[in-house]
């Protein structure tokens, strides 16, 4: 039933029950203390007064039997009973006031009580202070009684006023609970009518947000910062999207447009064979963009199958470095390895050279003939960098933000008709995050770019 209604009214509920539960225990522990508070009056004031009736019986014990008690006077304390009473094998009254039959006498009680102690019993509304003394080697018993009038009308007027002041103070208290958490509350709802004006298809729209340090504010903030990462993504999975469908269409309609030109009409084998080379290409061309998305698809713990090795840098740039001089040697680019020194670090071997010999390929086909691209590794106060640097046509300021971009392609590497997928620097920067590091370009057009692998975080 709980789960059904607001949290307001929840709260609501439970502000109720706590109000109550508190009202409750609260006059309850007012009853029972001055209850307590009304007896230990009463029972002190019988004290006095049994013990200046025991001073006077025993001051005229000679007279004892004739003495009136008249304390009820005296100390102006009604009701009062008194009366002296003998232990023998049985009690024997010796004097008395009017005596209510309420209260009874029972034999075996007063026999056990201590010479010269005060005791007190409760019988019904009354209460009874008693104390054994000894006069010429004889017990005596001295009892003096009064009901519980005084401390019952107390009692019941203090109900009363509970009964008439605890509605009233719930009543207001459950009013300011309500009223507090409707306050609190409609910036939320407020927040919430902003959000359901906010749908896939315009999340352009914010929450409105003041300079106050709650934490609505901040929700509000979180909430908007939200929806800027969302918006971003969703930016990007529609032009990812959209890329993704270009960079796969293009190819198939040459595919289909160089099997329609073949079947025209009767071909040579030369012709043919042209036909399916030109095919062939353009398949491989797939085959790269889709094993591409799926590395870019992949979490990093299934890139490196949940193991790491120690990988030396300078293996890895050496490797990369060889394996890249033939692709130079084609584009009349002159290749040059600088290793410093030995390093190493946590990573996956294979990978991050791959990472490697995609900026190296990347440098050698923007570079202009006869120029050097330069790959070097050294270590520089706590950083680990690996620097591939050439003389090239450069990057503009514009494309640096975008080069890591899904598909991105500067207009200079469309022109030049590089071949690549558009993937190969998203795929170099997860190379680089899986390994922990950073990656810097330092670049100027018709000048010449530097890419640095920085590892363990530090800045150059």
């Known amino acids: 039933m709980m789960i059904n209604i607001s949290i307001k009214r929840k709260l609501l509920l439970y502000n109720i029950i706590i109000q109550i539960l508190i009202l409750f ?16 009056k009463l029972e002190s004031t019988l004290k006095v007064i049994l013990l200046d009736v025991v001073d006077d019986i025993i001051e005229h014990k000679e007279q004892m039997n004739s003495r009136d008690f008249d304390e009820e006077k005296e100390y102006k304390f009604k009701p009062l009973y008194i009366r002296l009473l003998k232990i023998q094998e049985q009690y024997k009254i010796i004097k008395s006031t009017t005596f209510t039959d309420e209260i009874k006498i029972d034999i075996d009680t007063l026999k056990k009580l201590k010479l010269n102690q005060i005791n007190f019993e409760y019988q019904k509304n009354y209460i009874i202070s008693k104390i054994k003394i000894q006069i010429d080697n004889k017990d005596y018993i001295v009892e003096v009684a009064t009901d519980f009038s005084a401390i019952n009308s107390t009692l019941e007027n203090l109900i009363y006023i509970l009964i008439f002041i605890v509605p009233i103070i719930l009543i207001l ?53 939200l929806l800027q990462r969302l918006e971003v993504s969703f930016n990007k999975i529609s032009q ?3 890329d993704a469908s270009h960079e796969l269409k293009t190819p198939l309609t040459i595919i289909r447009g160089e099997i329609e030109i073949a079947l025209r009409k009767d071909r040579t084998s030369n012709e043919y064979k042209k036909t399916l080379s030109n095919c062939l290409d353009e398949i491989l061309t797939i085959q790269q963009t889709i094993d591409d998305l799926l590395f870019l698809a992949k979490k990093e713990h299934e890139v490196l199958e949940q193991t790491e090795e120690i990988i030396y840098l300078d293996e890895v740039v050496l490797e990369a470095y ?42 050698i086909i923007f570079s202009y003939k006869n120029n050097t691209v330069t790959i070097s590794n050294y270590k520089k106060e706590d950083a680990f960098i690996i620097c591939i640097k050439d003389e090239g046509i450069g990057i503009s300021i514009q494309d640096q933000e975008k080069i890591f971009d899904k598909f991105y392609r500067t207009d200079k590497s469309r022109n030049k008709d590089s071949g690549g997928t558009g993937l190969g620097m998203s795929i170099v920067e997860k190379i680089v995050k899986i390994h922990k590091g950073k990656i810097k370009i330092q670049s100027e057009e018709n000048i010449g770019t530097k890419v640095y692998f920085l590892f363990k975080g530090t800045k150059l």
Not at 188 to 196: G, S
């Open 25 to 40: 225990l609260f006059s309850f522990s007012l009853y029972k203390t001055l209850e307590i508070s009304a007896k230990d």
């Open 173 to 225: 208290s459950i009013t300011g609970g309500y009223f507090l958490i409707y306050k609190s509350f409609l910036p939320i709802e407020k927040l919430l009518l902003n959000l359901k004006s906010i749908n896939a298809s315009d999340l352009s729209k914010r929450l409105e947000s003041k300079n106050i340090n709650d934490e609505i504010n901040l929700l509000s903030q979180e909430i908007n910062n």
């Open 240 to 242: 990812f999207s959209s």
């Open 322 to 363: 060889t394996q890249m001089q033939t692709f130079a040697k084609l584009k009349n680019i002159n290749l040059i390895c600088d290793i410093e020194e030995p390093l190493q670090i946590n990573g996956h071997h294979e990978l991050l050279k791959i990472a490697i010999k995609n900026i190296l390929k990347n440098a």
